[in-house]
Every structure is written in C-alpha cells, then in structure tokens.
C-alpha cells in the first residue's frame, strides 16, 4: 500500500510540474501584425517600444534623424515642389505648403504625417533638433522585411512580428514560419487603415513585375484592397485557429474626412442625419468587410488611432487578452 501511494504521489507531482510547464508555454503569446502597407502596424511596433521597452536607445534616436528630414521631403516633393537638398535654405519658402495643408485637408496625395510635421518644419529641419517620441510615431518608414521584438505584457511573454505590407512581401507572411503548427496559439491582428476610403493607389511597378502580370497599370481604392486582403487572412488554411482581432486604424483621419466630406456623398445609404460620425465608421466598416462565406468567423474588432500611446495601449491590452483566453481555453487550462 505505501508504494501504491508513494507512486501516486510522485506521479501526481510529476502531473503538477507538467501543468505548470504548459501553462507557462500558454503564456508566450505570438502574435502577427499584418495587413497593406501603410495601415499602421509598424507603429504599434514602435508603440510597444515606447510602453514596454524602455523607449528607443540614442542611436536609434540619432538614425531616425534622417528619416524625418526624408519624410518632410517627401510631402512637398509629391505636393509643391522639388525640394533642394540644402533644406534650410528653403525654410521660408515652406510656408506656402502649410498654408496649402490647412486650405486642403483631405487632399488624398498628402501623406497621413504631413498635419503633424509641417506646422513645425523649422524646428525639424534643424541640425540639432532630436526627435520626439510623438516625432518618432509618426515616421513614415516602409517596412520590407520582418520585424520582431519580444517583451512581457502582464502574465505573458509577447513576440509581436511586423510583416512587410506590400503586394511583393505578403506571399512571405507564411513562408516565414517553420509550420501550420505553430500558428495554434496564434493572435493575428489585421489592420485597416479607414481613411482609405476614398484613396486610390496605383499598383506598383514592382508588384506588376513579382506577379508576372503585363498590362496596363490599374488604380484602386485602398480599403476595398485592405477588405479583399483581410478575407484571403480569414480563408488562409495556416490561420483558421488563430484569434482575429481586426485593427480599425487611423480612425482620427476617418472622422477629419467624414466632417469635411459626408459619406452619403458617395454613398447615399449613409444619408440618415441621425448617424454620429462614429457610427458611420461602425455602418461603414461593416459593409465593407461583410461576407457570407467568413460570416461565421468570430473577429474581434478595435478602432485605433496607432499615433495615440493612450489609446493603443488599452486596446492591446483588450486584444492580448482575448488571445491568451483562446490560448488557455485551447488547451484546457482556466
């Protein structure tokens, strides 16, 4: 009888240590950002680093320098003029385009970052000006590899990867993992950027190239291709476990837009004097993404302003949550 329970006993430590080893192994939570280009996810990236990793080392601060001086550059070479490479000399010619972004709010050209920096281009185009936190959000930096970090969130351990969002980077989403397997305790987060509606994109020279397709280029709107992308996500046999938790972003710009162009312009089902802006997006947002064959998905949704540190992390935290939920339920711990 004592070795029946001396063994009983080790056997149930042995169950105990087991326990304990998997919940730990629910804790590390991977979760994927992906979407089109320039619908927010690399600043979520940043955000995490500014919230859980102590912000961004002075060397990082110093690099980002050239990048802002790029981005300025890149506003009023698509909108203005071509700017000479010494900008300080050009300084005071710089107030027409501010003039020209107050007058043309919604001109869809302007990159999404032009509001924020060209009230202040004085300052930004200074050699010893040093970039902010907020200066850092807003940069406008394409992302055309895989970018990971790792960090504690709470009770877990968060490996949050960023994926290149261009047509010729999103066959790499899968290839980049080792197997289907991996993706069981998956979070996916697609993002969509809601001041697209109205935006059209050309279609890259190099995406017509990496597809082999020769004809002439198209241009589309930007969240139809976001809606289009975020069904092939849903469909896609790697990820049918994995929690969606749909980003709704630049939810800011969105209303901006709807306050200075009503919806029921172009769209006249949205005419109903009763409907707040926001519920607009809700209606809107709804339309778009509607689709009997994913209808029985459950998708958890956020609207975000990716810019806004407050905002991001509360919804992160709701969406790390339901992650580690499914994760816990998955495997039968509560």
Known sequence: IGDVMAQSAVSAEIDQ???????????????????????????????MRILHMNGFSKDEIHSFQKYLRHNVYQVNRRNIFVIMPIFRSVTRSLKCVRTFTR?????????????????????LLSPQYVPTPEDILHLRIPTTTVNEINFS???????????????????????????AVLFRETGI??????????????ILHEDIIAHAIVKPQKRQNR???????????????????AAFILFLNKK?????????????ERRPQFADPRHSLITT?????????????????????????????????????????????????SSGIQ
């Open 153 to 179: 969130f709470d009770k877990a351990t968060i490996r949050l990867i960023d994926v290149g969002g261009q047509r010729s980077y999103r066959k790499k989403w899968i290839h980049y993992f080792d197997g």
């Open 223 to 241: 969240l139809r291709e976001s809606a289009v992308l975020f069904g092939e996500m849903l469909r896609c046999k790697f990820l049918l476990t």
């Open 252 to 264: 800011d710009l969105f209303v901006k837009k709807l306050s200075s162009r009503p919806l029921c």
């Open 103 to 123: 007058c043309h709010p919604n001109y869809s050209s302007l990159p999404d970052n032009a509001h924020y920096y060209m009230p202040k281009i004085g300052a």
């Open 17 to 47: 240590i087991l326990l304990e080893e998997k919940r730990e192994e629910q804790g590390r939570l991977k979760i994927l950002l992906l979407g089109g280009s320039d619908a927010g996810k690399s600043t979520i990236l940043k955000q």
């Open 281 to 329: 997006c809700l209606l809107f947002v709804y339309l778009q993404r509607k689709s009997k064959k994913d209808s029985a998905r459950k998708i958890y949704c956020h609207y975000t302003c990716a810019t806004d540190t407050k905002n991001v992390e509360f919804v992160f935290k709701a969406a790390c949550d339901i992650v580690l939920q499914k994760s816990l339920n």
């Open 189 to 202: 987060m697609p993002f969509q950027a809601l001041e697209a509606h109205e935006t059209i994109k050309p």
